[in-house]
């Protein structure tokens, strides 16, 4: 769990956390990372969050589990067998780190997120 003050970037976030949380969480963010290279990497409702076009994804962390916050239910939902160990609430994955996030799993949601952002986008240029 975060110290009580602001963390004002995914460094400072992620090292907040205990070691055990530390090294998931930076997996995590490599995962994205690899996905959306392009995507802006900020804290936003105090939480690290991957913007293109439009939030893509956050995580956060708490005393018992993670959380890979995916935004839209819609391809959430299109994982539900590969997610089968994990406890789905929402939009929100929950993960620990003795059960982390299969990499292929997170790569797939953020090229969704990308394309449906980049859809919506188009959807909303003026014509």
Do not use: W
């Amino acid at each position: 769990m975060s110290s009580n003050k602001a963390e004002t970037t995914v460094d400072d976030y992620i090292l907040s956390q205990p070691e055990k949380v530390q090294t998931v969480l930076q997996q995590l963010r490599q995962m994205i990372k690899s996905a959306a290279p392009m995507a802006e990497e900020v804290i936003s409702y105090k939480i690290p969050t991957y913007k293109q076009q439009g939030a893509l994804v956050h995580f956060a962390a708490f005393p018992n589990h993670c959380s890979f916050i995916v935004v839209s239910k819609n391809i959430l939902g299109k994982f539900s067998t590969e997610l089968h160990n994990h406890k789905i609430t929402g939009t929100t994955i929950h993960f620990t780190p003795d059960n982390p996030l299969p990499e292929k799993v997170v790569s797939q949601i953020v090229q969704l997120r990308l394309a449906e952002n980049a859809e919506n986008a188009k959807n909303k240029s003026p014509k």
